[in-house]
């Protein structure tokens, strides 16, 4: 397990057995939340590449993360895609896709430390953000599955474990149909 997002990477080497994969979630949900923007040594793109340099054996690899980060990930991303099975797990909450109508809202933009003062009572605005995120969505499903990974979508609002059993059925199926005698691979 390697955690990105603070002021360094945290490592979590690899091991064995129930107990340890609990100590390692458990250190991983302990970590404090960080509203400022990740050193650069500890982004996800530095994440993704220490660990093409700790694993080089082909193995699975499963990516969390909301990709929303500004480093250049794509192209570490892309270099794990072509040695190892990458699943790449997005995570999302619906509140990321539509503005509510609750009047002035004061806003801090994270990376640069502005506030913005927004009137989202207006019906123009929150269309226009609704069409912003979309579109984001679209470019950063697009990306993720350009650089070989497959994609995994999950929200908030929704039942994960149903999502993530839907996932690995469908992509069960796919490896049945592409072992089939006389299918094409």
Do not use: C, K
Not at 21 to 37: G, H, K, Q
Not at 70 to 89: C, K, N
Not at 148 to 169: M, Q
């Amino acid at each position: 397990v390697i955690v990105a997002g603070g002021d360094r990477l945290a490592h979590f080497p690899a091991r064995t057995g129930r107990a340890v994969m609990f100590a390692a979630l458990s250190r991983l949900y302990d970590t404090p939340r960080r509203e400022a923007v990740p050193d650069p040594a500890a982004d996800l793109a530095a994440a993704l590449n220490r660990l093409a340099r700790i694993q080089p054996r082909r193995g699975q690899v499963v990516v969390v993360s909301d990709f929303l980060d500004t480093s250049d990930w794509m192209p570490p991303l892309r270099r794990l895609a072509r040695g190892h099975q990458v699943i790449a797990v997005q995570i999302t909450d619906p509140r990321e896709f539509e503005l509510p109508a609750v009047g002035m809202l004061s806003v801090v933009d994270v990376e640069t430390g502005r506030h913005l003062h927004v009137q989202t009572n207006s019906a123009a605005l929150r269309e226009r953000y609704s069409t912003a995120s979309a579109q984001r969505q679209q470019r950063l499903r697009r990306s993720l599955i350009e650089t070989g990974a497959e994609h995994l979508h999950l929200s908030t609002d929704r039942d994960w474990l149903v999502d993530v059993v839907r996932f690995v059925g469908r992509r069960r199926g796919e490896r049945v149909i592409s072992r089939t005698p006389g299918s094409a691979s």
